[in-house]
């Protein structure tokens, strides 16, 4: 898990991915693609890459990922040497998504804490001290404008966890008291949430905004 959450890695590296979540997943679901095969580029946590097609993991798929390359064979890589794949639906190769295995706390309806789960997401947002990432129990693309969809039962099963910079776990900030007590160590994020000049739903400003005081 050493160095797992290098978000400024992702920032430099993936500044020019489109990370787009779509949380209700029945808006649009006409066009929904059935993925079969995505284009991928797998980063390797030892550094290696490699590019291929692969049919997307769902958000709680633990088996290796199966990708096959233009030309070659085809290879088996397991979660875990997975640093993180960027994924895009072939006809919309401008539109690029970064999945990483993300750990996140798992509660009860009561809300209470019952254990943490490791779960494929996708960052939306990304900070020079925060990213934010969308989980779903399956993904797929629109097939009209190759935004990345996740997909649940009945809209259950939607995740948005925070992970901040040197972090080796996220936190559930689904709602505003959960963010705001997430986004405790910046007070004036806090106060222009609590004023409503920012809105909690508004990831990508709230990553750009976030400054934690040491």
């Known amino acids: 898990m050493k160095n797992f959450f290098r978000i400024t890695f992702?920032?430099?590296?993936?500044?020019?991915?489109?990370t787009v979540f779509v949380?209700?997943?029945?808006a649009g679901a006409y066009y929904l693609n059935d993925t079969k095969l995505a284009r991928v580029h797998v980063i390797l946590k030892n550094g290696e890459t490699f590019d291929g097609k692969t049919k997307l993991p769902g958000g709680w798929y633990t088996k290796?990922?199966?990708v096959t390359p233009d030309e070659g064979k085809t290879r088996k890589f397991k979660p875990e040497e997975i640093e993180a794949l960027v994924v895009w639906e072939k006809k919309h190769p401008d539109?690029?998504?970064?999945m990483r295995r993300i750990t996140r706390p798992y509660y009860n309806r009561k809300g209470q804490w019952k254990h943490d789960n490791v779960q494929w997401?996708?960052?939306q947002a990304v900070g020079k001290h925060l990213t934010i990432y969308m989980g779903a129990p399956m993904y797929e693309f629109n097939r009209r404008n190759g935004t990345l969809v996740g997909?649940?039962?009945y809209n259950n099963g939607f995740s948005?966890?925070?992970v901040k910079t040197g972090a080796e776990k996220g936190v559930f900030i689904g709602n505003k008291k959960s963010l705001m007590e997430f986004l405790s160590d910046a007070p004036t994020i806090c106060r222009r949430l609590e004023a409503n000049e920012i809105d909690s739903?508004?990831?990508?400003t709230i990553v750009d905004v976030y400054e934690p005081v040491e």
């Open 95 to 98: 539109k690029q998504f970064v």
């Open 64 to 66: 290796p990922i199966k």
């Open 121 to 123: 997401m996708f960052a």
């Open 151 to 153: 997909l649940a039962q």
């Open 201 to 204: 739903n508004d990831y990508q």
């Open 23 to 26: 949380s209700d997943a029945h």
């Open 160 to 162: 948005s966890v925070g």
């Open 10 to 18: 992702l920032a430099f590296i993936f500044s020019c991915v489109i």
